[in-house]
């Protein structure tokens, strides 16, 4: 089963920056609408942002004025750029293409990676 890596996360102060990255490793990416997902303790996944193969992208309205997607495909890549982090932004991060729900337990999923906000 192929599954992205996920890289980036680290400890940051509240209002702090970072920036995840994502390779498809064995999950082409290309001609798919693809995302980032969080997972936060004791919490659901959530997706929190995404963009399709011609750039259109959503976000989750609690970070939609603060993060940015976007995407490489040559290099079978995605990114996201994470500005004023919150406490609330905690969380495991993941990439994956954007799926249903109910899809999720049987999913490739990564390793994710750990992003801790600090107030």
């Known amino acids: 089963q192929v599954h992205p890596v996920e890289s980036g996360g680290g400890l940051v102060q509240a209002g702090g920056s970072l920036r995840l990255s994502c390779f498809g490793s064995?999950?082409?990416?290309?001609?798919?609408?693809i995302g980032w997902y969080r997972q936060a303790p004791g919490k659901q996944r959530e997706l929190v942002a995404t963009i399709t193969n011609d750039g259109h992208t959503t976000y989750l309205e609690s970070v939609a004025d603060r993060f940015t997607i976007s995407r490489d495909d040559p290099k079978n890549a995605m990114y996201l750029q994470m500005n004023s982090l919150r406490p609330e932004d905690t969380a495991v991060y993941y990439c994956?293409?954007?799926?249903?729900?109910?899809?999720?337990?049987?999913?490739?999923w990564g390793q994710g990676t750990q992003v801790t906000v600090s107030t």
């Open positions: 994956h293409k954007v799926i249903p729900p109910w899809t999720y337990p049987s999913s490739g």
């Open positions: 064995g999950m082409i990416f290309s001609a798919y609408r």
